[in-house]
């Protein structure tokens, strides 16, 4: 059955994968996002990618409670997913009134005029970097939370924030998604990750090494207890987190309350090896150099994703391989990432 969905953060990187996805499947997308780390660029090409329109987008920010309700007033939003936020762990760590204003404060807002509007249905962005330094992998849904930065206690706090409101509106349907690293882009090079500056991330990092646009990755640590020393993650393709998302709204109504899910592959890939898989699908070396490790970083996050298999029947179909050879293509297409 077809949803209006309203996507916050709608042309970011996943964001935007998300709206491609959900227009694919017939459902109408409204988009709101305030552009501070996403291009306008990016809600053209979701049209084209997805070959239909958004039903609407909206230069909004979510903290703009007055601006937000007229965008509930304009359509007959079903459901929402929520992505708008600051997501850098790294930055989180020298703005954490920034984090916690637009990421808390943010999710605050939106609840507040979601229920004004009587829309009760949410998808939230939520992230592994909750369960922190991890004593053991692959980490369930039940693996404990003790994040170790501002960014990952913002999405904590949501998710605190979640469960109240749905203990005390019996009405609410909450799935939160802590996913692991999205990686990759649509197969198409029309849409794909685009960092503002210098990237923060791994992925975007090595890409713009293999394309000319920077002289050398640095490798954050190679004295890690990992197999070649250096940090391990659950990569997991962005296209598999939007079909992700999409699955998650139409199972919005199994039942009231909040659910977690973990979204990862439960394969880890040392940074060394990510460097080695991208060379071979791109045939671009890429040069790089071992230092100290990054404040923050923890050895290894790694999925346990076998509950959204039981859940939804529905689990990742994309390989390392074409995470590194998508995110090549759309690097390769647009070198200088979306038109400024
Ligand atoms: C991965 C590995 C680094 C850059 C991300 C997001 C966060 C959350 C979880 C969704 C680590 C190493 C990195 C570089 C390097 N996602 N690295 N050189 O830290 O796992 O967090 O996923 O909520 O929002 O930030 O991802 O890509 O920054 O790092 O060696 O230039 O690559 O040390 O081992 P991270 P990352």
Redesign the pocket.
């Known amino acids: 059955m077809p949803k209006t969905v309203l996507v916050t953060g709608g042309a970011g990187f996943i964001g935007s994968h998300t709206c491609v996805e959900l227009l694919a499947h017939g459902h109408e997308v409204v988009v709101v996002d305030n552009h501070v780390n996403s291009s306008p660029q990016a809600l053209d090409r979701i049209a084209k990618t997805a070959g239909r329109p958004l039903a609407a987008a909206h230069r909004v920010d979510v903290r703009d409670r007055r601006a937000l309700s007229e965008v509930f007033a304009s359509h007959p939003v079903d459901a929402v997913i929520h992505f708008a936020g600051h997501?850098?762990?790294g930055e989180s760590v020298s703005l954490p009134v920034e984090y916690y204003d637009t990421n808390v404060g943010g999710t605050c807002t939106l609840l507040s005029v979601m229920r004004e509007h009587g829309v009760h249905r949410l998808v939230f962005s939520s992230?592994?970097?909750v369960y922190g330094d991890a004593r053991s992998v692959p980490l369930t849904e039940r693996s404990p939370v003790a994040p170790t930065n501002p960014?990952a206690r913002t999405k904590l706090t949501c998710e605190r924030i979640l469960e109240d409101v749905c203990a005390h509106l019996g009405e609410m349907k909450v799935l939160a998604l802590r996913?692991?690293?999205p990686v990759g882009a649509h197969p198409s090079g029309l849409i794909g990750e685009d960092p503002r500056g210098v990237p923060?991330?791994?992925?975007p990092?090595i890409a713009q090494v293999a394309v000319g646009r920077r002289e050398r990755?640095?490798?954050?640590?190679a004295d890690y207890p990992t197999s070649d020393g250096?940090?391990v993650?659950d990569y997991i393709h962005v296209m598999d987190v939007a079909e992700g998302h999409r699955v998650a709204v139409e199972h919005l109504d199994d039942g009231t309350g909040m659910r977690v899910f973990n979204l990862g592959t439960g394969t880890g890939t040392s940074?060394l090896q990510l460097v080695a898989a991208f060379e071979e699908a791109s045939g671009r070396p890429v040069p790089h150099r071992i230092a100290e490790r990054?404040a923050g970083?923890v050895a290894t996050?790694v999925a346990d994703p076998s509950a959204v298999v039981r859940a939804w029947g529905w689990t990742t179909t994309r390989d390392l391989t074409a995470m590194c050879r998508d995110a090549w293509r759309f690097q390769e297409l647009n070198p200088d990432g979306y038109p400024r």
């Open positions: 997501k850098a762990v992230s592994c970097s960014y996913y692991f690293n923060n991330n791994l992925m990092y990755l640095t490798v954050f640590g250096t940090g993650r940074v990054r970083d996050l």
